[in-house]
């Protein structure tokens, strides 16, 4: 694995011998799974990773948990609960110190994380589906068919600066580390690209990805590694890699899911390894980018709690899967 960021200045601390050790678990596959979280009644659940914290929603609200110094346990009691939504959340992001939530009601929640400030304000005619933040402007996209674009300054929240008619339901939505432009991941039911690119100044089409996608090829999740590449994934079972520098009519490299699930999510290391997130028994999937097929395949459900993953994260020695009824952390580094 490539170590970025905080992850490196804690991974640079262990001894050399430790390091090769997890990064060998990684590649054979060696991990022990533990439950980390149980909850009542089957959820889709989202969460992110922030320093020693792990936030995950739960129907209308949004978790913050604390780990233990092992990294493969969290504090039984949250450290934080955020209210304010009236239905679900569908999905949030970090924008520190805020958390942006989109919820089923239309509305997008704005919240502070160690304080008790909350705003909300209606979004959209239908659920917000995803949401991105940077750079002090927020994105959105709904099931209405619309993808928005909002300042998150405080004077000004509610405010929509753009609204964008996409002809198809939003799933996924990232805006670029440049901050001048944004993508998003549709249906692909109503446009004939479930991947186009917006200006974020103007609100203008910049440009589509791909070409020929079957009806119904929607993407679920879309990441920018950097300016000029990105990941994308979705109900058409293949995880693609996009470098706009390359050609925005083909991407470079794809991997196909071995049995025809839709892949709800993806994470990357920045380098070699590729996790997936399937539709079915809780099946998280290990890739090397330099290779096609898959490298190790871990399913966390039995058959009759089948279960897909919705949300994964990993750090360098562990990786973490949101699944209906339970929170999974597989364990690299003591398996």
């Known amino acids: 694995m490539r170590l970025r960021g905080d992850s490196l200045q804690k991974m640079t601390s262990v001894p050399v011998k430790e390091r090769v050790k997890v990064s060998q678990n990684w590649r054979l596959g060696r991990c022990r799974d533990r439950i980390l979280l149980k909850w009542r009644g089957s959820q889709m659940p989202w969460m992110q990773l922030e320093d020693d914290c792990l936030y995950i929603s739960q129907a209308n609200v949004i978790l913050a948990y604390q780990f233990r110094p092992d990294g493969a346990s969290l504090n039984r009691r949250p450290l934080r609960v955020f209210t304010g939504q009236n239905e679900d959340v569908c999905h949030f992001v970090l924008a520190n110190p805020h958390i942006i939530s989109a919820g089923g009601d239309g509305k997008i929640g704005v919240h502070k994380t160690h304080s008790t400030y909350t705003v909300k304000f209606s979004a959209h005619e239908q659920e917000v589906n995803c949401v991105d933040c940077k750079g002090g402007i927020i994105v959105s996209g709904s099931r209405d068919r619309t993808a928005k674009v909002w300042p998150l300054a405080s004077g000004r929240l509610g405010q929509c600066l753009h609204t964008i008619q996409t002809e198809d339901r939003v799933w996924s939505i990232a805006i670029s580390p440049l901050l001048s432009s944004f993508v998003t991941g549709t249906a692909c039911c109503g446009h004939f690209s479930p991947l186009r690119i917006w200006d974020l100044n103007s609100g203008q089409l910049v440009t589509h990805l791909g070409s020929d996608f079957p009806l119904g090829a ?54 070699h390894l590729l996790a997936t997130g399937s539709s079915y028994y809780g099946v998280v999937q290990l890739w090397d980018r330099r290779q096609r097929a898959c490298l190790h395949a871990f399913p966390l459900t039995p058959t009759p709690l089948s279960s897909p993953v919705y949300c994964l994260r990993l750090t360098t020695r562990h990786l973490y899967a949101a699944l209906s009824y339970s929170l999974h952390g597989l364990d690299f580094q003591n398996p």
């Open 218 to 271: 929607g993407v679920l999740d879309v990441m920018y590694e950097s300016p000029s590449t990105l990941l994308s994934c979705g109900y058409d079972t293949y995880v693609r890699y996009w470098d706009l520098r390359a050609s925005v009519r083909k991407c470079v490299m794809e991997w196909e899911e071995p049995h025809n699930s839709t892949l709800y999510c993806l994470q990357t290391d920045g380098n």
